[in-house]
């Protein structure tokens, strides 16, 4: 039986059939374009650019020009190790081999400019660092952390220069990790994964990699989307690996979104994930991308991704500039399964965090007599700090927090998207603060050796504010039903610290207009936001200061500790 037979509204099976219709002729198109010589490609290029240039009004001419060395050399950076090369920083690569065999890219940023010379965390002798371990969204690679404009906004250079061993981790099936050691990526059972084999594979076995090779014993996760998703589902399942976890930092979580704002893709969640097998067949989804990124010209491709991206999810990217689209867009796609993203569809449809369900689903089963497994989030025991977007269509953080443990915390970013926490113009003021002070606080193992305190005393911070010496705020979520709000310190205006030039050559930006930030300011005199696992909540009237989770060896109750403190009023 077709498995949407019956369970449609009849606009929605017009949806169907004109989704279909366009994923063939997007099939179509492909076919023809790998058959077309290199010449008639080329020419079709230069056509579109000349005439993409001849419509754009004049300021968008003159701005094209402004930052076009930059913008050409991260977008034609061939690798991760070249882009750090952009920045004058040196990366290591490394190889994990998870239980299941596939061979996983890892790579490392543990050197700050003057130091490649230097042993860092290899034994007696070395210099001793805490290790920070990042990990990627859906259909990305480690390469979206270093693929910004500026060095001040890409978070691993800073974690980099505050002294930090940081490592940035890729899954299976993307363009670091597309080898098996028992099957080939041409063969279907290689893309035979989904969050399951994520979560009970490739994130412990890179931890455990990590571990191993900087003989710390234990490191601080900090993931964007689905790499939190991966995150909350090992850590749920391994409790060992909690031991292993000092802290995990979710930027932009993902567990259970709500749906998808397009009514069409809907329609496929609606009536059964599995029609994306029909539509993409049982291995890597959407490989025509990386087509469409060659034969387009760069501009058309960023406008050809914002709305995809507003048609699938209603984000705006107001707070990307168009520079900043131009750089990172080429960077953004990598190769995944088809069954992860069916998988993300289960957990859409049925609004719960839960396993990939291998079952057929059938008219009369319910959960009476069959229950997928869920991932039993609430017994995570190291520390959660969330920071979510107040835009964020795919964030529901009422849902999370019901399945979490009492001591994760939640800071919203108000007018933030989900792509902002990779590449916002303001990033470096809206989320770093967060991030740096619960590092600070939870982070275990070899001292860092310059704290953000201090990066901001030597007037190393001097780009990392808001243009115009904006101050942002965020809202704290405690778990325990009190919510807080603060404001982080204000900050200095950025400066033009930017990428050096390498060349004028390559293509311009044509995109029409430069967006701006969303101005969040604070109120004058805001009170310096606190670290986020001790935001201020205000329980009887009284201002009391949540205790500190335990980083490992148990969970430490956040109401039952505000209890005990609340015996005078103001406690700290």
Known sequence: MIPFLGRLHPWEYLSLLVSFILIGLESFIRIITLCLPAPIINFCYRTSRRLFNYLSSPTSRKSRKKKRAIVTSIAQASDFVELCELFDYYAEEHIVQTKDGYLLGLHRLGW?????????NSGKGSIKKKVVY??????????VWVCLTERERCLPFVLVEQGYDVWLGNNRGNKYSKKSTLCAPTETRFWNFSIDQF???DIPDSVDYILATTGQPSLSY???????AQAFAALSIHPTLNEK?????????????????????DSFIKSSPDVLFLAFGRRAILGSATMWQAILYPPIFVRTIDMSLGFLFGWKTKNITPHQKLAAYPHLYSFTSTKSVVHWFQIIRNGKFQMYDDEVQGPFKGE??????KFPTR??????VMVYGGRDSLVDINVMLKELPKHTTAQEVPHYEHLDFLWADDVATRVFPIVFEALEQYAQGGEAETSWDDLRAEGRTDSWGARGGRSGSTHGHL????????????????????????GTEGWSSSYSGQSEGVDCDAANGGAKRRAAANSFSQIGGRGIRLAAVQPVGGVVDGKAEAEKLSGGEGKQ
Do not use: C, W
């Open 222 to 228: 900090i993931g964007f989307s689905q790499g939190t």
């Open 245 to 265: 976890v000092n802290l995990f930092i979710a930027l932009a979580p993902a567990m259970s979104p709500s749906g998808l704002t397009s009514g069409i893709v």
């Open 368 to 373: 009476r007599y069959y229950k997928v497994a």
């Open 134 to 143: 990042l990990h990627h969204g859906l259909m990305m690679n480690s390469e």
């Open 112 to 120: 700050k400019k003057g130091e490649e010379d230097h042993r860092v």
């Open 479 to 502: 778990v325990n039903g009190t919510s807080g709000q603060s404001s982080n310190h204000s900050s200095p205006g950025i400066s033009d610290n930017t990428l050096p030039e390498h």
């Open 199 to 201: 979560a009970f594979h």
């Open 379 to 384: 017994n995570i025991k190291t520390p959660i």
